[in-house]
């Protein structure tokens, strides 16, 4: 495809080209089936294959061990700020959460409407240019979990390592950076993550659960809000988004023919590397916003001098075919987000930009 755009979204975002390819050669008929997948019920053969496949794929790419559950559920990762308190806080108890950024900031708010909460650690202070360092962590040992969003897709910060919790359970939204890079999901009770910047387009969302937390929650909490629910009937309780399910399946065979989470680290890594060495090389031009230790593979974000050279380089990036550089309303600046799909070639165009800029206005 000759015109495909240089595409910096920050989600949904960039899917690899090959997957929308077969996607729109399966569309009209699947399988020899005589419909489309989205034509046909979710309980049958055709769909339970591809549905069990994205599951078995998932727990193949992120070494998911025994005794987890992974589910499929619907209204994205904001509504994972609800369910984990709904489910995971018991009235009397408090969960501690790591307050990071945005994203963060969103799971603490949605978490005090049904319980106690505290901040285990914050970089508030430092407008959330960095992730704070394991030792900073402060909570009590009698804490319902410690939540933490592995990646601040807004800020632009990644966690390096993961805290070892002990009997605390541990909680990661890592709905910016899942499978970016190898993890120890055994450390976590539960992982979450809306599809649509590293799994797929819009509208799943993955919940890596350790069966032991998988509980009878209060009785006012709803049916569909119930992760018992989902649990007992492999996600298939209601209608899954069998469009989605069947795109994230296609993306993980992708991932999984471009070497796995290992394979997504090392192109992830060259990938950053040539954007923040644009940045570091520039004499003080481009700013990295994130401080160095806590930069994210995912989403590279920086200022420029002042806001008018920043509207100069959307304005001109845009006219060169590059999409998505603004930042986020809430920190302005710019960002590129670089998930998984995003091809080297994209980011080593941007790079070229980015010193062509530099030359022109410096
Ligand atoms: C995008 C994002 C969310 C929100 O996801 P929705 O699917 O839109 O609800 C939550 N957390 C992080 C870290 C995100 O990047």
Same mark, same amino acid.
């Given at each position: 495809?000759?015109n495909r755009?240089?595409?910096?979204? @920050?989600?949904p975002?960039?899917?690899?080209l090959?997957?929308?390819?077969k996607?729109?050669?399966q569309f009209v008929?699947?399988?020899?089936?005589g419909?489309?997948l989205?034509?046909?019920s979710?309980?049958?053969?055709?769909y =339970?294959?591809?549905h069990?496949?994205a =599951?078995?794929?998932?727990?193949?790419?992120l070494?998911?061990?025994?005794?987890?559950?992974?589910?499929?559920?619907?209204?994205?990762?904001?509504?994972?700020?609800?369910?984990?308190?709904?489910n995971?806080?018991?009235?009397?108890?408090t969960?501690?959460y790591?307050?990071?950024?945005?994203?963060?900031?969103?799971a603490i708010?949605?978490?005090?409407?049904?319980?106690?909460t505290?901040?285990?650690?914050?970089s508030?202070?430092?407008?959330y240019?960095r992730?704070?360092?394991?030792?900073e962590?402060?909570?009590s040992?009698?804490v319902a979990y410690l939540h933490?969003?592995?990646?601040?897709?807004i800020?632009g910060t990644q966690?390096s390592?993961?805290?070892?919790?002990?009997?605390?359970t541990?909680i990661?939204d890592?709905?910016s950076?899942?499978?970016?890079?190898?993890?120890?999901?055994?450390?976590f009770?539960v992982?979450?993550?809306?599809?649509?910047?590293?799994?797929?387009p819009?509208?799943?969302?993955i919940v890596?659960?350790?069966?032991?937390?998988i509980?009878?929650?209060?009785a006012s909490?709803?049916?569909?809000?119930?992760?018992?629910t989902? @649990?007992k009937?492999?996600?298939l309780?209601n209608?899954?988004?069998?469009f989605?399910?069947?795109m994230?399946?296609?993306?993980l065979k992708?991932?999984k023919?471009?070497g796995?989470?290992?394979?997504?680290?090392?192109?992830?890594?060259?990938?950053?590397?040539?954007?923040?060495?644009v940045?570091?090389?520039s004499?003080?031009?481009y700013?990295g916003?994130?401080?160095?230790?806590?930069r994210?593979?995912?989403n590279v974000t920086?200022?420029?001098?002042?806001?008018e050279l920043e509207?100069?380089?959307?304005? =001109?990036?845009e006219?060169?075919?590059?999409?998505?550089l603004k930042?986020?309303r809430?920190?302005?600046g710019?960002?590129?987000?670089?998930?998984?799909?995003?091809?080297?070639?994209?980011?080593?165009?941007?790079?070229?930009?980015?010193?062509?800029f530099?030359?022109?206005?410096?």
């Amino acid at each position: 495809m000759a015109n495909r755009a240089y595409n910096f979204n @920050a989600g949904p975002a960039a899917l690899p080209l090959e997957v929308l390819q077969k996607a729109q050669e399966q569309f009209v008929e699947f399988d020899n089936s005589g419909m489309s997948l989205m034509e046909m019920s979710h309980r049958g053969a055709i769909y =339970e294959k591809v549905h069990f496949e994205a =599951e078995a794929l998932l727990r193949e790419l992120l070494a998911i061990p025994d005794g987890y559950k992974v589910l499929f559920i619907q209204g994205g990762a904001s509504t994972q700020f609800a369910m984990i308190p709904m489910n995971l806080l018991p009235k009397g108890s408090t969960a501690a959460y790591v307050a990071t950024g945005s994203w963060a900031t969103k799971a603490i708010q949605e978490a005090k409407l049904f319980g106690e909460t505290s901040i285990a650690a914050s970089s508030e202070a430092d407008s959330y240019k960095r992730i704070p360092s394991i030792v900073e962590l402060a909570y009590s040992p009698d804490v319902a979990y410690l939540h933490i969003t592995s990646n601040e897709t807004i800020e632009g910060t990644q966690w390096s390592e993961f805290p070892d919790t002990g009997e605390v359970t541990l909680i990661g939204d890592m709905s910016s950076d899942i499978l970016c890079r190898p993890i120890d999901v055994s450390k976590f009770g539960v992982i979450y993550a809306g599809a649509q910047k590293n799994l797929g387009p819009s509208g799943v969302t993955i919940v890596i659960i350790r069966e032991d937390l998988i509980v009878k929650p209060a009785a006012s909490v709803p049916t569909m809000m119930r992760y018992d629910t989902h @649990a007992k009937a492999d996600s298939l309780y209601n209608t899954p988004p069998t469009f989605a399910i069947y795109m994230m399946n296609e993306v993980l065979k992708w991932v999984k023919a471009n070497g796995g989470a290992a394979g997504m680290e090392a192109r992830n890594r060259e990938k950053a590397g040539f954007i923040y060495d644009v940045i570091d090389n520039s004499n003080g031009f481009y700013r990295g916003f994130a401080e160095k230790d806590s930069r994210s593979l995912m989403n590279v974000t920086f200022t420029l001098a002042n806001e008018e050279l920043e509207k100069q380089f959307v304005k =001109e990036s845009e006219a060169q075919g590059f999409v998505g550089l603004k930042g986020h309303r809430s920190v302005g600046g710019l960002r590129a987000s670089i998930y998984n799909a995003v091809p080297p070639e994209s980011v080593r165009a941007l790079a070229s930009f980015m010193k062509e800029f530099h030359s022109r206005n410096a």
